[in-house]
């Protein structure tokens, strides 16, 4: 009987686990968010030829009070990706740049990709997302 029970309890929590986040979720997590100025801008690139210019997936969101933030994008399937994140301070919804075309606002790559002489290149940032990968982690990197 207490066999039983175990093997209940162990489905009953399996489950769970299944409706609290899909099969095929992929969950960003960033930062080093310096403050509640503005909207975070993520985006997901699925490939090397559409890097920085067409998302596979993007989401704006306002700015918690932690300083931390964690986006669920769906429908991801297996495959290899790169994530950025842009801290929007002041909520026009792209990236500011001063003449040189060098970032005015925070900006994090996934892979603890980070610009040099322009911005990372795919390769670079790039992250294989898989059954047992899900989780994608970006710090922001200081514009000033």
Do not use: C
Not at 79 to 90: L, R, S
Not at 136 to 143: G, Q, R, W, Y
């Amino acid at each position: 009987m207490p066999r039983l029970i175990n093997t209940s309890f162990i489905l009953l929590i399996s489950i769970w686990a299944g409706w609290t986040q899909a099969a095929d979720d992929v969950q960003i997590t960033i930062s080093n968010i310096k403050n509640t100025q503005g909207q975070l801008i993520v985006e997901l690139f699925d490939g090397e030829k559409t890097f920085l210019e067409k998302p596979a997936a993007r989401k704006i969101i306002p700015i918690d009070a932690s300083l931390k933030a964690q986006i669920v994008f769906s429908d991801i399937k297996p495959g290899v990706y790169a994530a950025t994140a842009i801290h929007d301070a002041n909520a026009n919804s792209k990236v500011d740049t001063n003449f040189i075309g060098i970032p005015k606002e925070d900006i994090a790559f996934s892979n603890g990709a980070v610009p040099n002489r322009g911005a990372p290149k795919f390769k670079d940032a790039k992250v294989t997302v898989d059954d047992a990968h899900r989780v994608i982690e970006l710090k922001f990197i200081s514009s000033k």
